[in-house]
Structures are given as structure tokens and as C-alpha cells.
């Protein structure tokens, strides 16, 4: 009786024990995961916002500023204006479109500055997911070169 | 013999605990910690890029200088808290180069602090910005 009532205590114990390990493992590996992600994003923004700051904007046709945008987002996603075809991202699974770049532009329609983030980035920890919309974000000022009458090559 | 045997798991327990909360500490609090630097750290490139741009020798360059820094929407700890005790330097002629500190950013510390951590953990950044940027041909 007393050898019985032993084992089942130790298997109460494991039971009990053995729930609140993995759901520290988990939520470490979790969370872990998750700001080592994050992390990869701010060095992204921040890159490509640096990019974006010092690039050339060129604006003879609408579609010039999109280009430039671009090259802009592939630099967040892949440390390249003109990626090779088949490179792989920098941060798992992120795409150019995840990327927003808007411009401010001042009274006399130069840019101003530049914003760069995230949106709709969802992170894939294993144990639950994170979603990012928004953040990270940076803010670069323009110091490139304004040139509103040439195009992109 | 049943008297050891009955305080075993709980001894065992409590040094799992401690060796789980370091490594979960290690991997939260240092992961924020790093989110923090890093975040830091492009804000003051950023705002060091800002300050050196509004240079012009005077006294009115720093003060736009200074505007340009504090109207930078950029934030740290994952984004939420604005940055404080920005501290904006420039050099002695006023037109060659700005200097940004983001002295206090205090990351709180959760799971290190049950194994011997300190409370808080402090992240500075700092960055140089020329005012004649350098250039992209592209």
C-alpha cells in the first residue's frame, strides 16, 4: 500500500513538474525566437532607411518614385537594391511588400524625410505566432540628391 | 532512507527552477536587451544624420539642430517608449559634425533578477554624423 501510494506521488509530481518545464521551454523558445526576429527587423529598417536617406530621388515620371521605392524595400528585405534572382531574405520569410516607405515632403515638394516599416510581418514561433504591423519603424532625414527631372535606370 | 527520498524532487525542482529561470533569462531579458541597442542605435544614427544636416555655422543651425533630433517620432522597447535625456552635441565650429547620446535607456530586467541580476539595464547609444553626408551615386 505504502510502495503504491510512493509511485503515485512521483508520477503526480512528474505530471506537475514536467507541464510547468515545458511550458517554460516553450515560452523561451517562443520568445526567444520571436526578439531574435524582431531584432533582424530594427537592423532592416534601419538599413534601409540609411539607404533611402542618402539614395538619389528621382522623380521625372510617377513610376520613377516607385522604382526608387523598390529598390528601397528590397535593400530592407534582401541588403540589396537589385537583388540576384533566388536570394533569400534576410529575415525568414519577409517580402518587399511587407515593407512601407513613405516620404515627407516639405513645403517646396523636396523630401523631407523619409519613414520605413514593417507591416502585416507575422512571426512563426513555433509555439505561437507574433504579428508585427507598424513596427519596427524608422525615420531617416533626406540627405541624398534631389533630382526631380532625371529617371531611374 | 524514505526521509531522503522524500525531499529529492523538491531539491531537484528548486535547482531545475533556478537553471530554467537563468535560461529563460538569457533568452528574454538579453533578447530585449539587444532589441534595445539595437534600436538605440538607429535612433541615434538617425537623429546624429538629422542634427548634422540643419548645420550652417550658427547658433539658430543648432537649434533646428536640436528640433530636428526631438521631432523624431522613433521609438525604443519594441517600439513603445520615446526616447529620453537625448543629449545633442555639435562641434566647435557649428557646421561639421553632430554627435547624438540616448544616455538612459533602462531595459527592466525580469527573469535574471531571481538568479542575481540588476533591476534594470541600461543601453546608451551614441552616434557621429558628418554634415556633408556622404552620397549614394545610385
Known amino acids: ?153 | 532512507m524514505r526521509v531522503r527520498q522524500k525531499g529529492f524532487v523538491l531539491i531537484a525542482m528548486s535547482v531545475a527552477m533556478v537553471v530554467m529561470l537563468a535560461v529563460m533569462g538569457l533568452a528574454f531579458d538579453f533578447g530585449r536587451i539587444y532589441i534595445a541597442r539595437n534600436e538605440a542605435q538607429v535612433f541615434t544614427d538617425a537623429a546624429a544624420m538629422a542634427a548634422a544636416s540643419k548645420l550652417d555655422g550658427t547658433d539658430a543651425g543648432l537649434d533646428h539642430a536640436r528640433q530636428a533630433v526631438a521631432k523624431l517620432p522613433m521609438r525604443w522597447n519594441l517600439g513603445t517608449k520615446s526616447f529620453t535625456g537625448v543629449v545633442v552635441e555639435f562641434s566647435p565650429d557649428k557646421q561639421s559634425w553632430a554627435r547624438v547620446t540616448a544616455p538612459d535607456n533602462q531595459v527592466e530586467i525580469s527573469f535574471l533578477r531571481a538568479v542575481g541580476g540588476p533591476a534594470v539595464f541600461t543601453v546608451p547609444a551614441h552616434s557621429v554624423a558628418a554634415a556633408k553626408p556622404v552620397r549614394l551615386v545610385e
Open chain 1, 1 to 153: 500500500m505504502r510502495a503504491q501510494n510512493q509511485r503515485g506521488h512521483a508520477m503526480i509530481e512528474l505530471a506537475v513538474s514536467a507541464g510547468v518545464m515545458v511550458a517554460c521551454l516553450a515560452g523561451t523558445v517562443q520568445f526567444g525566437y520571436t526578439f531574435y526576429v524582431y531584432n533582424q527587423l530594427v537592423t532592416a529598417v534601419g538599413n534601409g532607411g540609411r539607404y533611402a536617406a542618402m539614395r538619389t530621388y528621382r522623380a521625372s515620371v510617377p513610376s520613377d518614385i516607385e522604382k526608387g521605392r523598390a529598390a528601397i524595400r528590397n535593400m530592407v528585405v534582401f541588403g540589396d537594391s537589385r537583388p540576384a534572382p533566388g536570394v533569400v531574405p534576410q529575415v525568414a520569410n519577409l517580402k518587399p511588400e511587407q515593407v512601407q516607405v513613405d516620404w515627407v515632403m516639405d513645403e517646396s515638394g523636396k523630401p523631407a524625410a523619409v519613414n520605413v516599416s514593417i507591416i502585416d510581418y507575422t512571426v512563426d514561433a513555433a509555439f505561437g505566432m507574433f504579428r508585427f504591423t507598424g513596427k519596427p519603424a524608422v525615420e531617416y532625414p533626406f540627405v541624398g540628391r534631389f533630382a526631380p527631372a532625371e529617371s531611374e535606370p
